[in-house]
């Protein structure tokens, strides 16, 4: 089995509504996220013969899965009162929304399933929320 890994950062916001602690109120990281991807063969004939996929298309797209949160303020739907979000948008301020709980666990199942539907067989996604605290996901 061969395996590739590429990774790519963003510097982003966010904070975990009804939380008892610290990550309760809005704090920004430097994320780093690490895709493991997997192949049982390598290609055999054209400009990609030895590879599995070429190292640029996936450094390429895991950079434009990973940027499109870069700078911005992440928070789970319905966690700020509406007037409060609006207020923040007329400002100008990037946020995105998601369905879930913005965890560094819930982000590593993003990015793997994001990977996923761009056609690669994932073996893990790897979230870093500091640089000495991780969550991993794979469905091995």
């Known amino acids: 089995m061969y395996q590739l890994t590429a990774e790519h ?3 982003s916001a966010h904070f975990l ?8 109120n809005i704090h920004g990281h430097r994320w780093r996220v690490l895709i493991t991807i997997m192949g049982d063969h390598l ?15 996936l450094k390429e797209d895991v950079k434009a899965a990973v940027d499109f949160y870069d700078h911005s303020l992440i928070i789970e739907k319905n966690s700020i009162k ?28 993003y990015f793997y399933h994001e990977l996923e539907k761009k056609g690669y067989w994932v073996k893990e996604a790897i979230v870093y929320e500091t640089p000495n605290n991780c969550a991993v996901y794979s469905e091995e």
């Open 82 to 109: 509406e007037e409060t979000l609006k207020l923040l948008l007329s400002e100008g301020f990037c946020i995105h929304q998601v369905d879930y709980r913005p965890t560094a666990e819930n982000f590593a199942a």
């Open 17 to 24: 509504a009804d939380y008892q602690g610290k990550c309760g």
């Open 43 to 57: 290609k055999t004939t054209g400009k990609n013969r030895g590879m599995i996929v070429d190292f640029g298309q």
């Open 9 to 11: 950062s963003m510097d």
